[in-house]
């Protein structure tokens, strides 16, 4: 019963949290991104402390069965919210659950440690597993159909991942995974064209209360999920050794993540996924990650068409991205659509990150997106792209949800290495581009191998671009 509850909740919000609103006019895309900005509302609080040492927790005892942090938050939401103080020193807790109008705060110096222990994230809520609907694991700090909630703080989140736990599971040598052992890669998936049980789940259109996972999955936790919320604020804080995604807001409005620090390098540690999320400010963070340091998401293949939401009006500014696959990365979960994104004044920089910008999908994912602009972004060195289009991911490329890339501008970007400035790779052979309407303009790229390769678009303007100390124009 309490299952059918939170579906029907989860339905409920799904479909009608967002109003319906004029048309954004992005002619003026900058005009537009303030008038984004000035739609953001302010997050504040009742002015109510909460310590959690009145609450049983104790400093550095490696304690998970102690849930004081929760107490604290309970008690806190009983007289209508305030401020949970995590004191300076090192706290450790099993899951956290964040309710409405209440900010988990981490003085300077302070630690939380999350236990490596799965028996400890049961029971079950839904989630989405790399964009895919389901019952797993409780993410180490979760919210659903919340509002106005927030950690903040100079402390630190540390999810204590490594490759003796969490990481084991993802089915890869280097992160621990030895023959013999169950993981999501190799549990029954190499009889099954290498797709785990959910994705099986998903391909039959099995409905979500029937897809859900077990142990034996392998199916790891986001560090910070909050669905179905509205009102987030996450700020200043330090997040490291994340299981999976770091930082997941799902399906949620007006968010703002500021001065926000991630360090995880473990499988698929993506640093930022907004994922069907509207109104949303990444600012003055840096992420230091594996995989892709900010990934814009909206559901995977039927779960993301399904649902039909959007993520949109999304500003990313004064961020440093350093190691990690791509810097901005639009993909791969994207059937439920993008729209309207806007990046500036960012650093992209490491002999190890591949791509700076990056859009991947390919015609089973399919996904529209649209409005995307970029300016005044220093790349350093990146491995691979400066700008890449890739229609074709994981080598796919025939299916019945073609992808659609429209109306892309990028202007004022440098960077001092890489293998390809421009890369667009759509399909040469379909008679509707699917790729059209980008422009770059008044950008320097040096020490490029292949200054660009565009393949399947139409609309394609390269105005003052110079690469490797030459004027190249396109078309």
């Known amino acids: 019963m309490k299952k059918q509850l939170l579906l029907a909740l989860y339905i409920a919000f799904s479909t009608s949290a967002f109003a319906l609103k004029p048309l954004l006019d992005v002619s003026k895309p900058w005009k537009a991104m303030k008038e984004v900005e000035n739609e953001l509302q302010k997050i504040a609080f009742p002015k109510r402390e909460f310590t959690i040492v009145n609450y049983g927790a104790k400093e550095g005892v490696e304690d998970y069965s102690i849930n004081a942090i929760n107490s604290a938050i309970n008690a806190a939401a009983a007289m209508g919210g305030g401020r949970i103080i995590i004191p300076k020193g090192v706290w450790y807790s099993g899951p956290i659950t964040l309710k409405t109008n209440i900010n988990l705060h981490l003085e300077e110096g302070a630690v939380i440690k999350f236990s490596t222990n799965p028996e400890d994230y049961k029971p079950f ?68 064209g290498g797709k785990n049980r959910l994705s099986r789940m998903e391909e039959k259109n099995l409905p979500i209360e029937e897809r859900v996972m077990t142990v034996e999955d392998r199916l790891r936790p986001s560090f910070v999920e909050l669905t179905n919320c509205k009102n987030i604020l996450l700020e200043d804080f330090t997040l490291i050794n994340s299981p999976l995604w770091c930082l997941h807001p799902l399906l949620s409005k007006n968010i703002l993540v500021r001065g926000v620090k991630v360090i995880s390098h473990g499988p698929n540690n993506d640093g930022c996924n907004p994922e069907s999320c509207e109104l949303v400010l990444i600012e003055n963070c840096l992420f230091d990650t594996n995989d892709n340091c900010i990934a814009i998401k909206s559901g995977k293949n039927n779960d993301g068409r399904r649902w039909s939401r959007p993520s949109k009006n999304i500003i990313i500014r004064n961020c440093t991205m350093k190691e990690g696959q791509g810097g901005v990365v639009l993909g791969s979960e994207i059937s439920g659509n993008i729209q309207n994104v806007w990046i500036e004044d960012c650093t992209i920089d490491n002999l190890n990150l591949d791509w700076a910008i990056r859009i991947k999908s390919n015609p089973f994912i399919g996904g529209k997106l649209e409005n995307f602009f970029i300016r005044n972004i220093k790349v350093g060195e990146c491995d691979e792209a400066i700008f890449h289009v890739e229609m074709k991911y994981k080598k ?11 109306n892309f501008l990028i202007e004022n970007i440098t960077s001092e290495k890489s293998k390809y400035g421009i890369w667009i790779d759509g399909f040469e052979d379909s008679p509707q581009k699917q790729v059209s309407g980008i422009t770059i303009r008044n950008c320097t790229f040096n020490n490029v191998q292949i200054p660009h390769k565009i393949v399947g678009a139409e609309k394609v303007v390269l105005n003052n671009v110079t690469i490797n100390g030459e004027k190249i124009s396109f078309p």
């Open 125 to 192: 809520v839904l989630t989405r597993f790399e964009g895919l609907d389901c019952m797993n694991f409780r993410p180490l700090i979760y919210a659903f159909g919340e509002g106005n909630i927030a950690i903040t703080g100079k402390g630190t989140l540390d999810g204590q991942a490594n490759k003796t736990n969490w990481w084991q599971w993802k089915g890869e040598e280097n992160y621990g995974w030895k023959e013999g052992m169950i993981s999501q890669e190799w549990n029954g998936s190499k009889e099954n």
């Open 396 to 406: 796919v490329t025939k299916g019945p949800n073609m992808p659609l890339v429209k």
